[in-house]
Nanobody, 116 residues
Framework: QVQLVESGGGLVQPGGSLRLSCEAS????????MGWYRQAPGKQRELVAR???????NYAGSVKGRFTISRDNAKSTVWLQMDSLKPEDTAVYYC??????????WGQGTQVTGSS
C-alpha cells in the first residue's frame, strides 16, 4: 500500500516562494512517475508538473519557468519548488503516484494561498 504525505503549504505573498514536499512509503519509488496536481475552489483538479523515473519533467504552461519539480529516490521524496507565486496559484496541492499518465494514489493535500 503506497502512502503519500505532503507538507510545506502555507500563506505567501505574491512573488514569494514555497517548497512542497511529498514523501512516499512503500517500495519501488525509483521506478514510478510522480506528479503534483492542484485544485482551486470551484475548479477541476489539474496537473501542475510531473517527473518520470528517468528524471524527465513536464509542466503546465501556467507554471513553466516558475515551478520546479525534483525527486530523490533514496529518500522516496518529490518536491515542488514554487517561485514567483501568483494569487491564481492558490489551491490545494496534491502529489500523486503515476501509472503512465494516470494518477493511482493521492496524498491528503496541502493548502497554498497566495495573498497580500
Amino acid at each position: 500500500q503506497v502512502q503519500l504525505v505532503e507538507s510545506g503549504g502555507g500563506l505567501v505573498q505574491p512573488g514569494g516562494s514555497l517548497r512542497l514536499s511529498c514523501e512516499a512509503s512503500g517500495s519501488a519509488f525509483s521506478i514510478i512517475g510522480m506528479g503534483w496536481y492542484r485544485q482551486a475552489p470551484g475548479k477541476q483538479r489539474e496537473l501542475v508538473a510531473r517527473i518520470n523515473n528517468d528524471g524527465s519533467t513536464n509542466y503546465a504552461g501556467s507554471v513553466k519557468g516558475r515551478f520546479t519539480i525534483s525527486r530523490d529516490n533514496a529518500k522516496s521524496t518529490v518536491w515542488l519548488q514554487m517561485d514567483s507565486l501568483k494569487p491564481e496559484d492558490t489551491a490545494v496541492y496534491y502529489c500523486a503516484r503515476l501509472f503512465g499518465a494516470t494518477p493511482m494514489n493521492w496524498g491528503q493535500g496541502t493548502q497554498v494561498t497566495g495573498s497580500s
